[in-house]
């Protein structure tokens, strides 16, 4: 009986954990970022990237990390193969690669290649968003 309880218990925080609403569309996120006034979180990643999964599951993953995007910032996340994002600003050759945009399409800090910390990237954001208010 405890077991059973512990298992729901476990399954309510991994639900009740939360996760960073992304766009899966460049024109759409940068839409909704022009008239929130809102900055654009763009995360520019591989299909066959282990690096960009990472990230992915474990560092937007943080639930901290989810509310500080969700609360602050449009997250967009699209993928070098579609192409369907305006690819001389965004353009990198290390993936996964992050870009903090203002609504207007400029950057707002130099882009973040390969691996990030999540300590790191907590505190980038942090101050970042700050910055803005």
């Keep these: 009986m405890v077991r059973i309880f512990w298992m729901l218990f476990a399954i ?21 970022s022009q008239r929130t006034k809102k900055p654009m979180l763009v995360l520019l990643v591989t299909k066959e990237c282990d690096a960009c999964r990472h990230l992915l599951v474990k560092t937007f993953g943080d639930s901290q990390i989810a509310h500080l995007v969700n609360e ?46 999540k300590a790191l990237l907590r505190r980038i954001l942090e101050e970042k968003f700050s910055n803005e208010r």
């Design 72 to 117: 602050n910032a449009i997250a967009v996340i699209v993928t070098k193969e579609n192409e369907d994002y305006p690819i001389e600003l965004l353009y990198s050759t290390r993936f996964p690669t992050l870009f903090l945009l203002s609504p207007e399409e400029n950057f707002m800090m130099e882009p973040l290649r390969g691996e990030v910390d």
């Design 12 to 32: 309510q925080v991994v639900v009740a954990a939360e996760r960073v609403h992304w766009y899966g569309r460049f024109d759409a996120a940068l839409e909704v």
